[in-house]
């Protein structure tokens, strides 16, 4: 770069005329809009800068002249390459020059720089110079950056949105859906819901007011509203979406933006709870019960429809809310008893009343249990009684005859001949009837202190063992065949009884086995005797029947041998002398068993047996 050209910089004041003047405008031009031009002379190898580009670079512009590869190393490094490249590519292929880039200052900062130029060639093509502008575009760059930043949050948070969110046109298609939005109306990919109108996903009947929200969005006012939308596959969902108004440079809606969440779950649980409050109401006017509640100053704030008819019964007017509860119609002292019942519930205490008393109404005895509970407000007073009577006189009435006949059953139990015992898996008892006295002489409290093992005879101990053992597997309210054991009474002696027992091990009631036995140990004696007497005749009858088969086939022979009526006078004669002798000898045969027969005396039966 020639030294004189060092002159046409600084200071203005040396250029004269209308030179002046250009320089002037050109230096305002360049201040304002951070502007600096460049020249590069490449046959000299010279490159100059305006002061504006020695502003760019926070340079004093005495500082020139600048030759080229000083003037190179002010661009970034990253930058450098592209930089060279481009530079090529122009000079080279005969582009315009038209590059951005950043250059770092002598303070350090960096700076974005927006530069055009124009190449000057001589008449063979050769570049000759190079002649631009650099411009200062780093405050626009960084806003650029900022904004986009700030777009890409944007998205970020549009994308990961878990409610649907839209733009749409005041024509009502859809212009921008994040993805929730997509998934609720069931597209599977935006090309498929962009440019639709909306209204073709909303359930008919709710049109009214999708449009209705739509269009008070258009007139910039803010609504919600809800509606059902029948996606691209079918499923049907309720939404409820906010709309605003989105408005251009001019403040003119050329949009709508709205957020909408799937509420679908919710109206199910609104309409699920609707449905039991109306189920409730219905219960609760359904029934004969009584159901109220009242203040702090005993006035009826709620009440179902049986203690309506009640109170207006005993007020002799139709009863309402508001009214008091406390009624002298009946008398003083029902006054005074209620009144401290409520009082009483008003103070914190949950209680129950068992009113028995002849009804007004029916003129007959009613049973009513009553229970009073304090209502709190959220800081822990209380601010009113909740009371519900229900009738137990069906209930008292059974429970009277269940007294009686718990009585009875009492009475058969303690004056049986049967014990009743329920006894766990391991044979201790749980519960046995008085009986046991009479069975067995124990007193209830001593046997209520005994293992069945305790008392049973050894020979028996196993068997017993094992029936405990079957009784388990059995099925609940089955029973085992009935068996006989021996069991020692109090007075030591052995008594044979025959028991049967039960599975109710798993019953809530009883929780044990069941064991019904009685006494039979007379009854197994003479059985015991009937059975030897029976084996004594059986043992006579087969000791006899040897001598009685003798005679008999003696006899048998001789009549058959005189019937073949070959026999001579003489023979036949002697046969019937050995027939009467066989004959008389079989007499005394059965006269000896007919005796043996009487020596057996059978045992004699009392009633018991």
């Known amino acids: 770069m020639k030294k004189n050209k060092k002159e046409n910089l600084i200071p203005p004041s040396s250029v004269k005329g209308e030179d002046k003047k250009q320089e002037l405008i050109l230096r305002q031009m360049e201040?304002?809009?951070?502007?600096?031009?460049?020249?590069?002379?490449?046959?000299?190898?010279?490159?100059?800068?305006?002061?504006g580009v020695f502003r760019i670079l926070e340079m004093d512009p005495s500082s020139?002249?600048?030759?080229?590869?000083?003037?190179?190393?002010?661009?970034?490094?990253?930058d450098r390459e592209l930089a060279t490249l481009h530079m090529n590519e122009v000079l080279e292929k005969g582009i315009s020059y038209d590059l951005e880039c950043r250059l770092v200052t002598t303070t350090g900062k960096v700076k974005f720089v927006h530069s055009r130029a124009e190449v000057v060639r001589n008449e063979k093509n050769e570049p000759m110079q190079i002649v631009g502008i650099f411009q200062d575009v780093t405050?626009?760059?960084?806003?650029?950056?900022?904004?986009?930043?700030?777009?890409?949050r944007l998205s970020t948070i549009l994308q990961s949105e878990p409610e649907c969110v839209k733009v749409v046109s005041p024509d009502g298609v859809?212009?921008?859906?994040?993805?929730?939005?997509?998934?609720?109306?069931?597209?599977?990919?935006?090309?498929?819901?962009?440019?639709?109108?909306i209204e073709s996903l909303i359930f008919p009947a709710d049109l009214k007011f999708y449009r209705s929200l739509h269009q008070n969005a258009l007139k910039g006012i803010k609504s919600s509203a809800r509606f059902r939308i029948i996606g691209m596959k079918g499923t049907e969902r309720w939404m409820e979406s906010?709309?605003?108004?989105l408005t251009n440079q001019f403040g003119e809606v050329n949009s709508v933006l709205s957020v909408t969440r799937d509420i679908s779950e919710k109206v199910i649980n609104e309409e699920k709870l609707i449905r039991i409050k109306r189920n409730q109401e219905a219960l609760i006017n359904g029934t004969s019960d009584l159901i109220w509640s009242i203040d702090a100053n005993f006035r009826l704030v709620a009440a179902n429809q049986s203690f309506l008819s009640l109170l207006s019964f005993l007020q002799q007017a139709t009863a309402k809310e508001g009214d008091s509860v406390l009624v002298k119609t009946i008398?003083?002292?029902?006054?005074?008893?209620?009144?401290?019942?409520?009082?009483?519930?008003?103070?914190?205490?949950?209680?129950?009343?068992?009113?028995?008393?002849?009804?007004?109404i029916t003129k007959l005895e009613e049973h009513k249990?009553?229970?009073?509970?304090?209502?709190?407000?959220?800081?822990?007073?209380?601010?009113?009684?909740?009371?519900?009577s229900k009738d137990i006189t069906d209930l008292m009435t059974k429970r009277m005859e269940l007294v009686a006949s718990e009585k009875r059953y009492r009475a058969l139990v303690e004056n049986g001949i049967d014990v009743i015992a329920i006894l766990t898996t391991e044979g201790k008892a749980k519960y046995v009837s008085p009986s046991v006295t009479k069975v067995l002489g124990y007193s209830e409290a001593d046997a209520m202190h005994m293992n069945i093992f305790d008392f049973l005879h050894p020979d028996d101990i196993p068997k017993i063992r094992k029936r405990l053992e079957e009784v388990c597997k059995i099925p609940i309210g089955n029973s085992l065949p009935s068996h006989n054991f021996r069991i020692k009474h109090l007075d030591g002696t052995w008594r044979w009884v025959e028991s049967t027992i039960t599975n109710l091990i798993e019953d809530e009631s009883i929780g044990g086995i069941v064991d019904n036995f009685h006494d039979i140990t007379e009854r197994k004696t003479q059985i015991d005797a009937i059975q030897i007497q029976n084996q004594k005749l059986r043992d006579i009858a087969w000791t006899q029947s040897h001598v009685v088969r003798s005679p008999l086939a003696t006899i048998m022979g001789l009549v058959e041998l005189i019937r073949t009526g070959s026999l001579t006078k003489e023979e036949e004669y002697k046969t019937l002398q050995y027939l009467l002798e066989s004959a008389n000898e079989l007499d005394q045969v059965?006269?000896?068993?007919?005796?043996?027969?009487?020596?057996?005396?059978?045992?004699?039966?009392?009633?018991?047996?």
């Open 139 to 152: 405050e626009q760059r960084e806003a650029y950056y900022k904004l986009k930043q700030q777009e890409m």
């Open 369 to 388: 249990e009553v229970y009073f509970n304090p209502i709190q407000n959220a800081e822990g007073q209380i601010t009113g009684l909740a009371c519900f």
């Open 242 to 245: 906010t709309a605003v108004p």
């Open 331 to 360: 008398g003083e002292d029902f006054y005074l008893k209620w009144k401290g019942y409520y009082e009483r519930g008003l103070s914190g205490e949950s209680f129950t009343s068992y009113e028995n008393f002849i009804s007004p």
């Open 174 to 197: 859809l212009i921008e859906m994040n993805p929730a939005g997509l998934n609720m109306i069931e597209a599977d990919c935006p090309e498929d819901a962009i440019g639709q109108k």
């Open 31 to 51: 201040t304002l809009g951070k502007l600096g031009h460049w020249e590069v002379d490449f046959v000299n190898q010279t490159l100059h800068w305006s002061e």
């Open 64 to 78: 020139m002249p600048v030759d080229l590869e000083k003037g190179y190393l002010f661009v970034h490094p990253e």
């Open 590 to 609: 059965i006269g000896a068993i007919v005796r043996k027969s009487q020596e057996v005396i059978l045992p004699e039966f009392n009633s018991k047996s």
